[in-house]
């Protein structure tokens, strides 16, 4: 009997240990590799430009999606696919990237941006966007008063309505929304006396 009881005990152990099946490993993402075209894209900035900060829920490589049609409110993650890094290192990667890494020409001020937002949401199950949502500062840069704030939102159709196509849109959503946060700062620098 204590034999059996020692036999059961090593079967369950054995069991535990390794007898289940390995889960798959979660499918990474990032934008891609950059191309020249990559790196003509985006109005060079004249000014220089902080590190990308997020919004706390972002500091993650969780990816992130929202079904708008049941609750707008409710934040879900891709339980098989990750972020190769955080969103806000993504988009600073794709800025610096993008701009080709020319050394600004204005010194007075800066351009801080935040991300807030990065979700794909689904507005039916047909339907679904890439959203990304940065809140831009112009910033004197010896005294970091602000000189003007703008909220900056993009969205690009996904292509399909999962995980990957999520990842094409936001990648073409964050292409704009930086595109945009950069044109404004240095159109806004430009008119401010400030900045001189």
């Not at 020692?6 to 891609?32: E, T």
């Not at 990308?52 to 049941?70: H, T």
């Not at 073409?172 to 806004?188: D, I, K, R």
């Amino acid at each position: 009997m204590r034999h059996l009881f020692i036999l059961i005990i090593a079967v369950v152990l054995a069991g535990c240990l390794g007898g289940g099946k390995p889960k798959p490993s979660p499918a990474i993402y990032d934008f891609g590799l950059s191309s020249a075209s990559d790196k003509s894209s985006l109005p060079e900035s004249r000014l220089p430009v902080d590190e990308i900060s997020a919004n706390p829920s972002l500091d993650s490589n969780r990816m992130r999606y929202r079904l708008a049609y049941q609750n707008s409110a409710q934040v879900f993650t891709y339980a098989e696919s990750r972020w190769v890094a955080p969103p806000a290192e993504l988009l600073s990667h794709k800025l610096r990237a993008m701009s080709g890494g020319a050394a600004p020409t204005q010194q007075n001020c800066i351009l801080q941006l935040k991300l807030e937002a990065f979700d794909h949401v689904f507005e039916s199950k047909a339907v679904s966007y890439g959203v990304v949502q940065i809140s831009a500062a112009l910033l004197v840069s010896k005294t970091h008063q602000a000189i003007s704030r703008k909220q900056i939102e993009q969205s690009v159709a996904a292509s399909s309505q999962d995980a990957q196509g999520g990842v094409a849109a936001l990648n073409a959503a964050s292409t704009q929304a930086l595109t945009e946060a950069v044109e404004w700062g240095n159109a806004t620098a430009d008119a401010s006396t400030l900045c001189k």
